[in-house]
């Protein structure tokens, strides 16, 4: 059986690790434990897992049960998996959001400015002045040494419990549509309220991610469960495809993070 057949082409390279890696413990007999890995490539991980002919078990842990960047352990079915097998740190700071406000974006830029890999970086909130950034264990000596400043803002990061992390709930506002076809630019239109050409443009100016990585076709087709996110306008989701219309127009029900 061809097992990429069931997923994207874009996803092969990302797939033959997956494989290499459930390989790897299932002759081995030792736990692998990856980087931080998006909801896309969780739900790969576990979809490979469960085909594989061995006895393994495969656990995701990002800091609390809101996060949505996690680290997975991949395990044979009789090893015990901890919260210390995840290798997590979290890292807080303060500033003083009176003089400078911080966003998500601030954070991320200040983090991958030391040339640290994105993968390395679990969830990072930023607010009510307070910074926290969930890290891998094998690079938070480094951090701590080095990140001591974002934008205009002094920080100084500590180490504290997992169970310090602020649990952020995400909102979904669920609603039916009909669009024209399952093609990126038409179901953007749809979602957001924009014109087609608008939507077009959004794409090919490198503006909008599918599933965590930027897409510049605007013919780009869609499947149920995708994560989208336009700059400046937001994240949403292909819900469910729920069948045509007697034009031939796709039933979908889509969601906008609130």
Partial sequence: MDIYQHFRKEE???????????????KTFTSKVTDFLDPR???IVDMLAGTSQEDLNVYKHGGNDASERK?????PFYEEVTEV??????LQGNYHEKF???????????????GIKRKKLGDIFAGNGIIQIVAADEITPYVLANLTSIKNA???LEEKPLSMLIETEKKWLETDQTVSS???????????????????????????????RVVDDPKFQLEEGDILSM??????KLVSINGTTKKDKCRITTAVLK
């Fill in 154 to 156: 002094k920080i100084k």
């Fill in 85 to 90: 097998s995840f290798q997590l740190n979290l």
């Fill in 231 to 236: 700059r400046g306008k937001g994240r949403s």
């Fill in 100 to 114: 400078v406000s911080l966003s998500h974006r601030d954070v991320m830029g200040a983090f991958l400015s030391l």
């Fill in 41 to 43: 490539e969780q739900q």
């Fill in 12 to 26: 092969q390279s990302f797939i033959d690790n997956v494989l290499s890696w459930i390989d790897q413990v299932e």
């Fill in 71 to 75: 680290r997975m352990v991949i395990a």
């Fill in 182 to 212: 399952l093609r990126l630019d038409a179901v953007l239109k749809t979602i957001y309220s924009l014109s087609r050409k608008d939507a077009t443009e959004y794409v090919t100016k490198g503006l909008v991610k599918v599933n965590f």
